[in-house]
């Protein structure tokens, strides 16, 4: 599975962003996904996943309320819709696949640079 991660930028604080994930090599419509982040000198936190139908989400308490995670199967593609964005967001975000925990992952992909400016 190659997943290709895109949409990050630069934002001010309080803006959103919608973050894509494509998925190619082989359909992912059975597996949970998940986004994760690092920001510089940290280490790759979990930030959610989401189940393989699209029903069930959970995230890190730091992002709750303010990030969605969504996901098109037709289209082996998964979404971040990130609200309300803070400066501590700032982070190279990564998609993955076959995620069974926050820190159990099959499959990653390259990150997309999201910085939010204050």
């Known amino acids: 599975v190659q997943l290709q991660a895109s949409g990050g930028g630069l934002v001010q604080a309080g803006d959103s962003l919608k973050l894509s994930c494509a998925a190619s090599g082989r359909a992912v419509s059975s597996y949970a996904m998940g986004w994760f982040r690092q920001a510089p000198g940290k280490e790759r936190e979990f930030v959610g996943r989401?189940?393989?139908?699209?029903?069930?989400?959970d995230y890190a308490d730091s992002v709750k309320g303010r990030f969605i995670i969504s996901r098109d199967n037709a289209k082996n593609t998964v979404f971040l819709q990130m609200n309300s964005l803070k400066p501590e967001d700032t982070a190279v975000y990564y998609c993955?696949?076959?995620?069974?925990?926050?820190?159990?992952?099959?499959?990653w992909g390259q990150g997309t640079q999201v910085t939010v400016s204050s």
């Open positions: 989401i189940n393989w139908s699209g029903r069930s989400t």
């Open positions: 993955a696949a076959d995620v069974a925990g926050p820190n159990t992952v099959g499959y």
